[in-house]
């Protein structure tokens, strides 16, 4: 028995795992279930605070992230959001050494702070104004 009634799941795979959902590969949604998802309203707050935190930015600053509840202080180049339904939302991007990084957190247990990281490469990275349209496309 689940706290979730059974509309809040859905199967893309035959697949136990589940696929980390972005907005170019969503399936068709309501606007009820968008309203009632966890994962997907905390998603779309997420993205809409990215892009806000953005367009402050000059042209040598990126957006990182600082997980604030490890104990000590991860922070990285934030490069892509997304979210498994019902209630994951996954965080992923690249530390000051480059290497990869991917925090899967449920949407309960969230907390990132947007902070200001000086570029990783020619030009700034930007990925809230992407993440925010594609996800207007399939509302």
């Known amino acids: 028995m689940t706290e979730y009634s059974s509309d809040y ?3 893309r795979s035959s697949s136990p795992a589940c696929e980390f959902a972005s907005p170019s590969n969503m399936w068709p949604l309501t606007s009820s279930f ?6 997907i309203w905390t998603y779309q707050k997420l993205i809409d ?3 806000s935190f953005e ?4 042209e040598e ?3 990182g992230a600082q997980l604030v509840s490890f104990g000590a202080s991860i922070t990285f180049h934030l490069q892509d959001v997304s979210y498994c339904s ?6 992923s991007g690249k530390n000051a050494n480059g290497e990869e990084l991917q925090l899967i957190q449920h949407v309960s247990q969230l907390s990132v702070l947007l902070i200001s990281m000086r570029k990783l490469g020619e030009e700034p990275v930007r990925i809230g104004f992407k993440l925010q349209q594609a996800f207007k496309e399939q509302a």
């Open 34 to 39: 968008f309203q009632t998802n966890p994962a």
């Open 61 to 63: 600053h990126e957006i």
């Open 49 to 51: 605070s990215i892009y």
């Open 55 to 58: 367009k402050r930015l000059d």
């Open 86 to 91: 019902p209630d994951i939302i996954n965080l």
């Open 9 to 11: 799941f859905f199967s």
